[in-house]
């Protein structure tokens, strides 16, 4: 059973450039959790996604980013005229059920770097 | 505001040693109180976890303490190994939606 796969592993844009950052789920798993990591910091929750819906994006910044988890293939974040304090790890995390007990796999996250 | 404050942020030991880190939170309807590791460059895995109707759980080398009344919870590593090197995060998840509310993280170094 694979694990959460994220691609790419690393990511180098210019400012203004549009990011894409992909997350695939463990098989399974219908939700889906975005985290930051700047560097010298912790994780901060971006977004929660099951099919087809956002649930919470509390943690997102208003503008520039967005989500989706379609219903086929994986879920995708989206940042769009990057800049350089977007450079950070972006992970994915996969849950099988919403009950806070179960277990969050992290993917290997995606290392974005804005010139 | 949910908050988790973790400490130390940095943390060295010899091996053999005990390490110890703490982690504070303020949210009382916090219902599951994990452990996460991280090595560099690599995601977060899950290490340990407790649930509040017991005040300790071991799992060989690794045991958390839990202290509901005082709002803490502890991470302790027994005769900690280099292998053991890494960034501990803990991360009481929101009982509504799941979403993981990370500690500061702390680095831990363990010399041979």
């Known amino acids: 059973n694979a694990g959460v796969m994220q691609n790419p592993r690393h990511l180098v844009r210019r400012r203004g450039q549009e990011a894409r950052l992909r997350c695939s789920p463990m098989k399974g798993h219908s939700h889906v959790y975005w985290y930051r990591q700047l560097p010298e910091e912790g994780l901060k929750f971006m977004v929660y996604l099951q099919k087809e819906n956002i649930i919470d994006e509390s943690g997102m910044p208003k503008e520039r980013f967005s989500a989706e988890f379609p219903k086929e293939g994986p879920s995708i974040l989206r940042i769009q005229q990057v800049v350089r304090g977007d450079s950070a790890a972006y992970f994915c995390?996969?849950?099988?059920?919403?009950?806070?007990?179960?277990?969050?796999?992290f993917g290997p996250g995606t290392r974005l770097t804005v010139l | 505001q949910q908050q988790v404050k973790q400490s130390p942020q940095s943390l060295i030991v010899q091996k053999g040693g005990i390490s110890i880190i703490n982690c504070a939170y303020e949210n009382t309807a916090f219902d599951y109180f994990p452990w996460y590791q991280q090595f560099p460059g690599k995601g977060p895995a899950l290490l340990i976890a407790?649930?509040?109707?017991?005040s300790e759980k071991k799992e060989g080398r690794f045991t958390i303490s839990f202290n509901k009344s005082a709002k803490q919870f502890s991470l302790h590593i027994m005769d900690s190994q280099p292998g053991d090197s890494a960034t501990y995060f803990c991360a009481p998840p929101s009982s509504n939606t799941g979403k993981l509310i990370f500690g500061q993280g702390t680095t831990l170094q363990v010399k041979p």
């Open positions: 995390a996969s849950s099988p059920l919403i009950e806070s007990y179960n277990e969050q796999f």
């Open positions: 407790i649930r509040p109707d017991v």
